[in-house]
């Protein structure tokens, strides 16, 4: 067992290559909070900090996943990350910003030699069939011309026990290869990528990751089941659009858009 590489804010700054990025972006790495996300989102919230900042922790008390579904936490061998930023865009133009994140961690991945990444719509990357990071996303309208957002991820990194905590199949880093991983220069990566995809995003919109999103995609031609609103619908997944909305061909042949649904089967 190899002792824990801990988290730490000049390490993770050393291994971003782009100087304006290292100058322009707070880190705060704390031992333990209930959740990286909520503590963020109540500090942008209320005007509390200077952004863009990145909070991490190296365990969770309360981590949250989307729709409020409870994320388990092993202490210093994961990554629990939590990005705030103010962006220039109205509400309408962030579509598919959750899919943009997926993208930036599969890339991540590759570049530390993982095989076999693939993205699930709306919010999880996969690495060989197996979940190994979920992905939460928060806005805040509040304030004048610009939009809040909280980008939140959990990656499994050197987690290797604990899997009977874990309601569904799952993996890590270390799992799939064998190697303990230093985090902090796996954050210099996350950092570097996924600043990159935002500023592309921002710019050219989901529309120019399409490609992108077709050759990562974990659902394709899959049939599911997904709920919206009240309502189960099963078909056969076509991918999505331009806007990232799921693109679902039911019993009858028609092709209906889902803007959001949680996939249930």
């Keep these: 067992m190899n002792d824990p590489i801990y988290l730490d804010s000049a390490q993770i700054k050393n291994n971003i290559p782009d100087p304006l990025l290292r100058e322009n972006l707070t880190i705060q790495v704390v031992p333990e909070l209930s959740s990286t996300h909520q503590v963020l989102n109540q500090q942008l919230l209320n005007a509390e900090i200077t952004l863009p900042r990145v909070l991490l922790a190296e365990y969770q008390t309360a981590a949250i996943g989307q729709r409020a579904k409870k994320w388990h936490a092993t202490r210093a061998e994961n990554i629990y990350f939590s ?16 899919l943009i994140v997926g993208l930036a961690v ?17 919010n999880d990357v996969y690495a060989q069939g197996k979940k ?17 957002v909280i980008i939140s991820l959990g990656l499994n990194v050197n987690m290797t026990g604990d899997a009977n905590m874990i309601q569904q199949p799952w ?14 220069k796996i954050l210099g990566i996350l950092i570097t990528q996924l600043s990159s995809y935002l500023n592309l995003f921002l710019e050219n919109g989901f529309e120019h990751f399409l490609s992108q999103w077709q050759e990562n995609d974990f659902l394709a031609a899959k049939t599911i089941i997904l709920k919206s609103g009240e309502t189960l ?26 803007a959001s649904a949680e996939i249930v089967k």
């Design 83 to 98: 990005y705030a930023c103010m962006l220039n865009k109205k509400l309408r133009d962030l579509e598919g910003l959750s």
């Design 106 to 122: 599969a890339r991540t991945l590759s570049e530390c030699g993982l095989l076999d990444i693939k993205v699930k719509w709306p």
């Design 132 to 148: 190994i990071t979920g992905i939460l996303l928060a806005t805040d309208t509040g304030h004048t011309g610009q939009i809040g």
């Design 171 to 184: 993996t890590s880093m270390r799992l799939m290869t064998g190697k303990n991983y230093d985090r902090n």
């Design 233 to 258: 619908c099963e078909g056969i997944v076509q991918g999505v659009n331009s806007r990232g909305h799921l693109m679902l061909r039911n019993a009858q042949g028609e092709i209906n858009a889902y």
